[in-house]
């Protein structure tokens, strides 16, 4: 199959696919285009598990951000894969969704991404045969999460990094407000992420991860407006209210009851370093894959 970045994606798509050998090529036309085989699910399952060291491969799937190419994600995570994961406790795995790119067209991806997250359901079979998984989502890419969060997908842990989603959606006056008629019932989203947790004898296992940096340069230019925008999740954290003066405090009352131990943030700023303090895209700095290692089991 073919696929490029330019192709632009729909609010139904609903497709999704494991690949291998990617490659590039010039298609009918003299386009330079990504080329690519399509596995069956027992295919993948053998090349995860034949790359780990104890052959019961643990993915962690990487779901990209805003802006994001194919080819730019799979470069990262092969870097990544290389030079920073142990492969016998993770092996990341690339989630492409459609990002057609470019700084205006923000709107746009973000239109996208329902029907990213509808694709991504459609690999449950796929996830399911690996009894020890993770998942990752970084900016714009937690939005995909979003409306693929499901009780049926089950994960050891979520690590929700620099989430470009509204920094409420575990609050319980959000989750109660039903603001909401249409059929996805965007205020449960949060709940429904904390239900794809793995349990064991009735509770989960591990944990949502919310990685946060209070200066993200991209987070707080998206939510610079308290009257008009919604300030984001991966600049404030789980757990916080604001106050008359608009300081930030943490309250763990705020978040609903029934999910508020399942929810950990983990503070970013302080282990980057100075020239990186207002970082964005620090998902697969060393310090912080360090943080993903402990955390899981």
């Not at 090529?25 to 399509?38: P, Q």
Request: hydrophobic residues 35%.
């Amino acid at each position: 199959m073919h696929f490029d970045g330019t192709i632009k994606g729909k609010a139904d798509d609903k497709d999704a696919t494991f690949l291998k050998n990617i490659k590039e090529v010039k298609d009918a036309t003299g386009k330079k285009v990504l080329e690519a085989e399509k596995l069956t699910v027992a295919q993948a399952k053998a090349i995860i598990n034949q790359a780990s060291s104890d052959g019961k491969g643990k993915p962690l799937f990487c779901i990209h951000g805003f802006d994001v190419q194919p080819r730019t994600h799979l470069k990262t995570i092969k870097e990544a894969t290389l030079d920073k994961f142990n492969k016998g406790k993770f092996m990341p795995i690339p989630v492409m969704w459609p990002s057609e790119g470019g700084t205006t067209n923000y709107w746009g991806d973000r239109e996208t991404t329902p029907g990213a997250g509808n694709g991504l359901k459609n690999l449950k079979q796929a996830l399911d045969s690996f009894p020890s998984k993770s998942l990752l989502a970084h900016s714009m890419g937690n939005r995909v999460l979003r409306y693929a969060a499901d009780a049926k997908f089950k994960f050891d842990n979520i690590f929700m990094v620099a989430a470009d989603v509204q920094h409420n959606i575990f609050n319980k006056d959000y989750i109660n407000s039903g603001k909401t008629t249409d059929e996805d019932r965007r205020e449960l989203q949060g709940m429904k992420i904390c239900s794809m947790l793995t349990s064991t004898n009735g509770k989960p296992k591990g944990k949502v991860y919310v990685l946060v940096n209070g200066a993200d340069f991209a987070l707080n230019a998206s939510g610079w407006n308290p009257t008009t925008f919604t300030p984001r999740l991966g600049a404030i954290g789980a757990h916080y209210r604001r106050n008359w003066a608009l300081f930030w405090t943490e309250d763990k009352k705020v978040t609903h009851p029934d999910i508020v131990d399942c929810i950990e943030n983990v503070g970013c700023n302080s282990k980057l370093n100075l020239w990186e303090k207002t970082a964005h895209s620090y998902q697969f700095y060393p310090q912080i894959v360090q943080s993903y290692q402990e955390k899981h089991f």
